[in-house]
């Protein structure tokens, strides 16, 4: 075990240890460099002279390098330092999964398919890149102080290949797969299964295969069905509980064929919570051929002219029995021919005839009563007694004013949605109720209002919707709080970092003397570390400016020198040193480009000085979180939007745009006709619902389509002023196509169009 203050490659010095896993012991450490915290994981020392640990520790850093995904536990560097094997890697502040289940006893629906969706964005981006996990579990799940849920150690994936059978995986036999547990071939659907017991435990509190060895646990895997998560919470979602089946299924190709499918149906499961929507592959029927002895052939033969069926006969499935029927039937009709029995062949042959008439008559049945299910038989109308029909074509209203619709041909009662926003939930159902409506729990977000308060609804005031439907709600969660990361001690731009991390960005820093302190190190934060505040409250950093009588320094000129050189020596002299990131061809990487206060001149001690490196990599990353804060995006959403596309640009690739839960009403069929399009264009009609980052600013609202392999960008809008919302949204797209998507763009103080939301919309011809 490294001891506190050990430096790893003249870079990294060891602050204390984290925890210790199966083959490493994890430390926080501090990036003089980068001046930043991060975690170094070390090989324990029993294994550094075995190379296959060696190897598989190295395949571990490989395996998650070149991984870039705000839920993956990002890796920076690897290397060996007098014997000692590393990885740095991301400094997480948090707990396990594990430790959080067992903390809680078990997770609220919500709380489990949030992290489930967050867990599979980031295996999804490793599926993406060719890496399978192979070792899903919750203790390899890290949930931060800031909510983000973070997938780590790839310390058995490999590159997803044909040589990824291995007798020797080393996942956890708790949540291994059954290909896993038999040494079979796994991909991407392993990590599906393994997901689907993690999601199981953490709904249930409990595994679904336990046992007193890993080998009764593994033949549970290749044989037990197991026991339904709603025995240990009955309330559980029908939706959820699906997914959990359809993620555990023992057969590959019965499972989910990918992440993404995953993660389209876990969001699916928040809106219709008792859906029946997940789809789950049947069994294929694998009725063994039966093989019968001269005897039992003797003996069907004889039943044809008793009408007994001998029990060998009783062994074939129906298909299985049709088909050798009609061999023993050929047979035995040569037989009797040889014979010359034509009494026995007539009565062979009425068999024959009288069982295509019987299956004619049970396939009969079967489509009627399939047609009858569908509606299209057994009307009220052909009943024994007929009802009165509706004949009129207008519409009633609430009010019972009637409205003509062409085309319509029943009686459609629509209400008002009232407004819910600042009720609870209970006042919420009364309301509702009174208009013939209900309402459906949609999520949670952090808000002012008081906690439990309704703060957004979809239908929004006013919609006229038909009777009975419902309206989806988010109700407030309380203003948004995160815990002061533990600061104290470390160095100021260490210390602003940690606090972005955790959300937090109105940060002070007040200076004082210190005669014990280096320039530049935390004395205090306040409020305290540990402590609960929400995220726009002012934190205060006091760092230590030297003894109070330091005298003045005269500055260096850093430009060209390299990051190492001259952060040490701006540290050295006396200066309170921040980096900025920079990208430029002049210079070379970690060189610096320019610093804030000039050369050559003195100041005194204590003076803060940023120097601008030349570093691509980390200036896109610096970038991406800029954008990030401009655009208010929440935690744990996609990447930061990106410039919109110009008009001018013959071709552009699509922006990135953050993910959006904005409710949206389609309508592509009676509302496209109502507007008088042609019958030949392609509409689609839309109800648009603000998005939280949209600011009120000149807009920009575009139409991409994928035509013939290429996106085609159409401008449905744009205006100097503010949009309205909710947003009646009718655009004709191209002829054909029925799926696209709508992206609204607002204009930034650099009078650049950035991209905030996106709306699937869908086509029918008009």
């Excluded at 490659?9 to 210790?20: D, F, H, T």
């Excluded at 972005?500 to 306040?526: C, D, H, I, P």
Aim: with cysteine; proline share 5%; aromatic share 6%.
């Amino acid at each position: 075990m490294l001891k506190a203050g050990v430096m790893l490659a003249n870079r990294y010095e060891i602050v204390g240890r984290i925890g210790s896993g199966g083959m490493a012991d994890v430390y926080k450490a501090m990036d003089h460099k980068l001046n930043r915290y991060v975690a170094v994981k070390v090989m324990k020392p029993e294994f550094q002279g075995d190379s296959t640990f060696v190897s598989k520790f190295r395949r571990e850093a490989q395996a998650a390098a070149g991984l870039a995904n705000p839920n993956i536990v990002n890796v920076y560097d690897v290397g060996e330092d007098q014997g000692n094997y590393y990885i740095v890697m991301e400094l997480v502040e948090g707990i396990t999964l594990k430790e959080y289940i067992e903390k809680k006893g078990k997770l609220s629906v919500r709380e489990a398919t949030s992290i489930a969706i967050q867990v599979c964005m980031g295996l999804a981006a490793a599926h993406d890149q060719g890496i399978v996990h192979r070792d899903v579990k919750p203790q390899n799940i890290i949930i931060s102080t800031d909510g983000k849920v973070k997938v780590t150690d790839f310390g058995i994936a490999r590159a997803a290949s044909s040589n990824t059978i291995s007798a020797n995986a080393m996942g956890s036999v708790h949540y291994s797969s059954p290909e896993q547990v038999r040494g079979g071939y796994s991909d991407s659907r392993s990590d599906i299964y393994s997901l689907g017991i993690s999601l199981y435990e953490m709904v249930t509190g409990r595994v679904p295969f336990d046992g007193e060895t890993t080998v009764a646990i593994a033949i549970k895997h290749l044989q037990d069905e197991m026991e339904p998560p709603t025995k240990y919470t009955p309330d559980l979602p029908h939706a959820l509980e699906q997914i959990i089946y359809k993620c555990t299924q023992k057969s590959v190709d019965r499972r989910y064929q990918s992440m993404n499918d995953v993660i389209t149906d876990l969001k699916r499961s928040l809106m219709e919570p008792q859906g029946n929507f997940v789809q789950l592959a049947p069994l294929s029927d694998h009725a063994p051929t039966v093989l019968l002895t001269k005897k039992e052939q003797q003996e069907i033969k004889s039943a044809g002219k008793s009408g007994t069926m001998p029990p060998a006969a009783q062994t074939f499935t129906s298909i299985e029995a049709a088909r050798r029927g009609r061999d023993e039937s050929q047979e035995n009709d040569d037989e009797n021919d040889d014979d010359g029995s034509d009494e026995s062949s007539g009565l062979e042959k009425a068999v024959t005839i009288g069982s295509f008439i019987v299956c004619g008559l049970i396939i009969f049945v079967l489509i009627f009563f399939i047609a009858k299910a569908a509606g299209l038989v057994g009307n009220s109308r052909n009943s024994g007694n007929p009802q009165p029909s509706v004949t009129s074509s207008a519409e009633v209203t609430e009010s019972g004013t009637p409205s003509e619709e062409s085309g319509a041909s029943q009686i459609v009662t629509t209400v008002s949605v009232p407004s819910i926003l600042g009720m609870t939930e209970s006042d919420a159902q009364k309301i509702a109720r009174d208009k013939g409506l209900g309402i459906k729990f949609a999520g949670e977000k952090f808000s002012d209002q008081a906690e439990g308060t309704i703060i957004e609804q979809d239908p929004a005031q006013g919609t006229q919707v038909e009777r009975n439907s419902t309206i989806s709600y988010f109700k407030s969660s309380g203003p948004e709080t995160h815990a002061i990361p533990t600061v104290t001690g470390g160095q100021i731009g260490a210390a602003k970092e940690a606090l972005e991390a955790a959300g937090f960005t109105n940060v002070r820093v007040e200076k004082e003397a210190s005669e014990s302190s280096s320039v530049g190190t935390v004395l205090s934060v306040t409020p305290a570390e540990g402590e609960l505040v929400t995220v726009d409250s002012e934190v205060l950093l006091t760092v230590s400016r030297g003894s109070a009588d330091a005298g003045t320094v005269r500055i260096s000129d850093y430009v060209g020198w390299s990051l190492d050189s001259a952060y040490e020596d701006a540290r050295q002299s006396g200066l309170i040193v921040s980096l900025d990131y920079g990208s430029s061809e002049e210079f070379g990487t970690d060189v610096i480009m320019s610093q804030t206060v000039e050369a050559n001149t003195s100041v005194p001690m204590g003076t803060d000085i940023t120097l601008t490196v030349n570093n691509a990599e980390l200036y896109a990353e610096q970038e991406a979180k800029r954008a990030e804060k401009a655009g208010s995006q929440t935690p744990g959403s996609a990447p930061a939007p990106t410039e919109a596309p110009k008009e001018e640009s013959e071709s552009s690739e699509e922006p990135a745009i953050p993910e959006q839960t904005v409710p949206i009403t389609t309508d592509t069929g009676s509302e496209a006709e109502a507007s008088g399009e042609a019958a030949s264009d392609w509409v689609a009609v839309a109800s648009l619902l603000q998005p939280e980052n949209y600011a009120g600013g000149p807009y920009r609202l575009m139409l991409v389509q994928n035509v013939g392999g290429q996106d085609k960008e159409t401008l449905i809008e744009e205006s100097s002023t503010s949009l309205a919302f909710p947003y009646t949204l009718q655009v004709t797209g191209e002829p054909g196509v029925a799926e696209g998507q709508v992206y609204l763009y607002e204009k930034s103080a650099d009078e650049e169009y950035i991209a905030l939301a996106a709306w699937p919309v869908s086509f029918a011809e008009g």
